[in-house]
């Protein structure tokens, strides 16, 4: 379950999830990019649509830019 979160972290992330959209291309469709727990640093939870499957990405750093940067790294390695 995502946390609430304030406005600019709000705009973070849909410009992070923006970002990764034009990262992808045609190769799929990012439909979340979500904040999932700060009970140690901040991991977010990226899930994109690729044809008629649904793949989910996680990362967790010490704050919001690192949990990115680490989940971009994943994202990557697909």
Do not use: C, H, W, Y
């Amino acid at each position: 379950m995502s946390v609430p979160i304030d406005e600019a972290t709000s705009r973070f992330l849909e410009t992070a999830a923006a970002d990764l959209q034009r990262r992808l291309g045609n190769a799929g469709t990012v439909e979340v990019l979500a904040i999932e727990d700060r009970s140690v640093g901040v991991s977010l939870v990226l899930r994109v649509r690729v044809g008629s499957r649904t793949i989910d990405f996680a990362a967790t750093g010490e704050n919001l830019v690192a949990a990115l940067a680490a989940l971009t790294v994943k994202e990557a390695e697909v």
